[in-house]
């Protein structure tokens, strides 16, 4: 599987971004995607998922209202709308893909992932 992550950037506190991740290499339509994250020194954070058709999506509480997960089962790609965006937000955001609905902290608990691409918060 391959997957390649954009979008990200340099924001101020309120803004947003948009983040794009285009899969590859397997049946895209029958998998759970996730977004995760990782800020510097610290451990992976799930951050949403959404299930194989797109009818359902989960949050953590901390973006939940600020982020959309979305997906497009013709194009084999995820997208994660980030608005009013905070300092605690900057991080490595990574798509990933499995079989469950989990919220997974580790990476082993996800099929695969991408490389990641950078989003930063500041003034």
């Known amino acids: 599987a391959l997957l390649v992550e954009s979008g990200g950037g340099l924001v101020q506190p309120g803004g947003s971004l948009n983040l794009t991740c285009v899969v590859s290499?397997?049946?895209?339509?029958?998998?759970?995607m996730y977004w995760v994250r990782q800020a510097p020194g610290k451990g992976l954070e799930w951050v949403a998922n959404i299930n194989p058709d797109g009818s359902n999506t989960y949050y953590r509480d901390s973006v939940e209202g600020r982020f959309t997960i979305s997906r497009d089962n013709a194009k084999n790609t995820v997208l994660l709308q980030l608005h009013s965006l905070t300092l605690e937000d900057t991080a490595m955001y990574h798509c990933a893909t499995g079989n469950y609905n989990i919220r997974g902290s580790r990476w082993l608990e996800y099929d695969s992932w991408g490389q990641g691409t950078q989003v930063t918060v500041s003034s």
């Open positions: 290499g397997f049946t895209f339509k029958n998998y759970w």
